[in-house]
C-alpha cells in the first residue's frame, strides 16, 4: 500500500475519481481517494485496507468494487451512500489516496511486486498538489461524521484516533 497526500482543486468529483480509476486500471492497482479531513492517521488507512482485503478475499465483500470497500472500512459504515461523504468533494480539498494492489500477494499478504504500485503512486502526485494532508484531520468533523461523542472519550484512555480505528475494526462484526 502507498499513500499519496496532497490537495485538490476539485471541479468536478466524477471526472476527478474516473481519473485516478484509470490510473488504478493502467497499472492495475486499486485508487480510492479520501477527503483528508475524515482520516485519522496512516494506521486508519492500513486497517480499512486490511480489513477490505480480507473481506475480499473470504469473498465476504460488501461492495462489488474493491476501492469502494476500502472506502466502507474505512468510514465504518456498511451504507456506501454514507460512506461517500468521507470521498473527496468539489473546490479546494486535502486528499489523501490509498494506492494498493490486492491481487498481487503471497500465501501470508505479503507483496510480491511492487511497479505497478510505485507507478500508479507517481501518477497520482500528477494530480494533486504536494501537500501534508495525512493526520490533518478535523476533529469536529470526525467526532459527528463517526459519532464520537464526549462521554465515549472521556471513559476511555484513547483519543479520536483510537475511537476511529475501533468503528473501522467493528465493522465486520456489525454485518
Known sequence: MRV????????DVGAFVETLSAIGDCHG???QAFDARYVV?????????????RAHDRGDAIAEDFGVEILLYAAGRRQINRALAMGVSEGACPVVVVV????????????TEQSGIEAAADDVREQLTAASTLGEYDADRVR????VTDT???????DLSDAVRERVALLPVEK
Open 4 to 11: 499519496v497526500e496532497g490537495t485538490a482543486d476539485i471541479d
Open 29 to 31: 492497482v486499486t485508487v
Open 41 to 53: 492517521d496512516r494506521a486508519h488507512l492500513e486497517l480499512a485496507v486490511e480489513l477490505a482485503t
Open 100 to 111: 494498493v494492489d490486492h491481487e498481487r500477494r503471497g500465501f501470508r499478504g505479503e507483496r
Open 144 to 147: 459527528s461524521f463517526f459519532d
Open 152 to 158: 465515549e472519550l472521556a471513559a476511555t484512555a484513547g
